[in-house]
């Protein structure tokens, strides 16, 4: 992205600051191999930021402008967020947009914009993963997806494959519909894929031999064939399948099995974590499964088998 083309896309910053924008994401993408949705959202979120300084300052501010920034002026800019409805989580997020915005700037000697470092972030209470009951995992693992539905058989096999990985494998959902053809081996022929998560980073997780079987079934019935290297899942017309099929597959399964509204795909994930830290799961192992970079992203599983432990406690102790 020239400076030109950054100026039109980032209006609220000046000439200088559109163009270290513009490298700024180039070297995200490239360099640190961000995705494109997170290269959006960083973009998306420093704009907001600079609109903000543009009506607080009075004009599109410039890099000797941001250098020059106070406290106050951060200050005043999380308050109109919050004023306009803003929760913390996605105020810290644009926050941490704009921060790493600052930081290369600093790196790249074009000036330091202090006072982003020295306002603390919201805080934003935390929440534990709600994952299905083993049980209700299994229900959704074993159900007859057809039940009740006019659909053709390949597409009914195909929901069932990547509902298999979501809770089988722990991947998200956006793991499972990025794999390709070859990256799952046919049944009998390995039993680990690899999977490629957030930062682009590869990671190896294994894979169950019930998992390939509900695989090789959706292929065989699928009536498109995209080449080994194009999408493993296909939507009904043949395009790349949209997460948004299988988010209405989940709330179909809801209604039939009576689950919550909180039995999402990605409560698959949750459950797939939750139950193999129950069984004596090695929080180190479990960590590398998912794709953390962080132990401590991990650690809020053992939160819920606490708080399951102690709902057990509470409903079963003579006492409690």
Known sequence: MNDSSAAQKFPFAARDVAGEIGRWLAYLGHERRMSPKTLEAYARDTSQFLGFLADHLGGAP??????RLTPQDVRAFMAARRANGISARSLMRGLAGARSFARFLERGGKGKVAALTAVRAPKVPK??????????????????LR?????????????????????????????????????????????????????????????????????????????????????????????PLSPRIIQLTMERLRGALGLADTATPHALRHSFA??????????????????????STTQIYTAVDTERLLDAYKAAHPRA
């Open 147 to 239: 039940a009740g539905e006019d659909r053709e058989p390949w597409i009914f096999a195909r929901d069932a494959a990547v509902l298999a990985l979501l809770y089988g494998s722990g991947l998200r959902i956006a793991e499972a519909l990025s794999l390709k053809r070859d990256d799952v081996p046919a049944p009998g022929a390995g039993d680990v894929i690899i999977v490629k998560g957030k930062g682009n980073k590869a990671r190896m997780v294994p894979v169950l031999p019930q998992v390939l079987s509900l695989v090789a079934d959706y292929l065989a019935l699928c009536p498109y064939h995209s080449g080994p290297d194009g999408p493993l899942f296909l939507g009904a017309k043949g395009g």
């Open 127 to 144: 929440t534990l993963p709600k994952p299905l009951a083993v049980p209700s995992a299994k229900r959704i693992a074993d159900i007859d």
């Open 274 to 295: 939750t139950h193999l830290l129950a069984r004596g799961g090695d929080l180190r192992a479990i960590q590398e499964l998912l794709g953390h970079a962080s132990l």
């Open 62 to 67: 410039s890099l000797k402008q941001l250098a």
